[in-house]
């Protein structure tokens, strides 16, 4: 694991260890036994989550009876009902809206994820005091998951990434003061991109990214992927032009002390940030003049759905994104499916060439 990884994981569990103080004594059981199976930054939202329900509990629900963290018990968390988590489902709508105060269909569609997300949490603690004998039943399992209303997958094509790099590259409709910057970073914008689109990195992995970690000569690089394990992941002769090129501007900087070993740095030579990269990505994109709103996770998901379209396999795809479960690439890329299964079906003769 590198350096940056690991200060990561720390802060995580630093931070884990204090919210632990704001929860109920029992949760430290729970958390304790997730370590090995999840990544720090799983069990802080968990921490998060289940802080806001259980000072929800005390507030709001009577028959609980608890007067705070300290006092809540096992005892206390056996009578939690359905009905008390569907209650505190319903009061995050308002909770969220006092907070934010906003009311957009963006906005509707986070909060529905939102609560999903919360239930999953509240699931796994009841999850696993249930399998340990401490409670009789998971009543979270009895409340339905609020629906979340998919949205339109946006991918870009061959033809639309290439306009990407070309911006990237050739900095045309620059402004005379991004001219300048772009001087600078024009090899590492154009490295950047294509590992997205060439590989389908993760923005966290290319933030991560330190100097041994790539391997140019052999056309791979290792990544540190969700749940901390790595990963050795390959990329085309097109993305090593790209980086060999970033490489030779690279090696000439003087990194900001704590910032020697990072493969990507930003203008004050420290290891780049992920909204610096969001940023970067947005502003190429706005200069490909792309109608499709363009993230990094849109060019990793390019990747994969062009990868899944020249091979048509799904686990190999699953593979390549770091994907732990293949039913989670399998609902990404159901419509590039169903898009083959269509083009298949125009084809077919029934009667020959006639």
Not at 231 to 237: G, K, N, V
Not at 273 to 296: D, E, F, G, H
Request: net charge positive.
């Amino acid at each position: 694991m590198s350096n940056f990884h690991k200060d990561q994981e720390l802060k995580n569990n630093l931070r884990l260890r204090e919210l632990q103080k704001e929860l109920p004594p029992f949760m430290t059981e729970f958390f304790r036994a997730r370590e090995y199976h999840t990544s720090s930054r799983t069990r802080l939202a968990y921490a998060y989550d289940m802080r806001l329900f259980f000072n929800f509990l005390i507030a709001e629900i009577r028959e609980i009876s608890a007067t705070s963290m300290d006092n809540f018990t096992m005892e206390h968390f056996n009578k939690i009902t359905d009905s008390h988590i569907e209650e505190f489902l319903d009061y995050l709508t308002y909770y969220s809206a006092n907070r934010y105060n906003e009311d957009t269909e963006f906005y509707a569609q986070n909060q529905l994820q939102g609560k999903s997300r919360k239930l999953s949490a509240i699931r796994a603690v009841f999850a696993h005091f249930y399998k340990k004998g401490k409670v009789p039943a998971n009543p979270a399992e009895l409340v339905e998951t609020p629906p979340v209303k998919e949205k339109a997958k946006i991918y870009l094509d061959v033809d639309e990434i290439a306009n990407l790099l070309d911006a990237a590259d050739g900095g045309t409709s620059l402004t005379e003061k991004q001219k300048h910057f772009h001087a600078y970073t024009r090899s590492r914008d154009v490295a950047i991109l294509s590992l997205f689109a060439g590989t389908g990195i993760r923005i966290s992995e290319a933030v991560g990214l330190n100097l041994e970690d790539v391997d140019v000569e052999r056309g791979s690089f290792r990544v540190i992927r969700k749940g901390g394990h790595e990963a050795i992941l390959y990329f085309s002769d097109e993305v090593e032009f790209a980086l060999r090129e970033y490489l030779e501007v690279r090696l000439t900087k003087e990194p900001q002390s704590g910032h020697e070993r990072a493969f990507f740095l930003s203008m004050q030579n420290r290891r780049i940030t992920a909204r610096a990269i969001q940023n970067l990505v947005k502003k190429y994109s706005n200069l490909a003049n792309s109608l499709k709103k363009v993230t990094p996770h849109k060019l990793r998901g390019s990747f994969g759905t062009n990868m899944y379209r020249q091979t048509g396999d799904i686990y190999l795809v699953a593979d390549l994104l770091g994907h732990s479960d293949v039913n989670t690439t399998r609902k990404s890329y159901a419509d590039t499916k169903q898009e083959a299964g269509r083009r298949a079906v125009r084809n077919l003769r029934l009667r020959g060439d006639e």
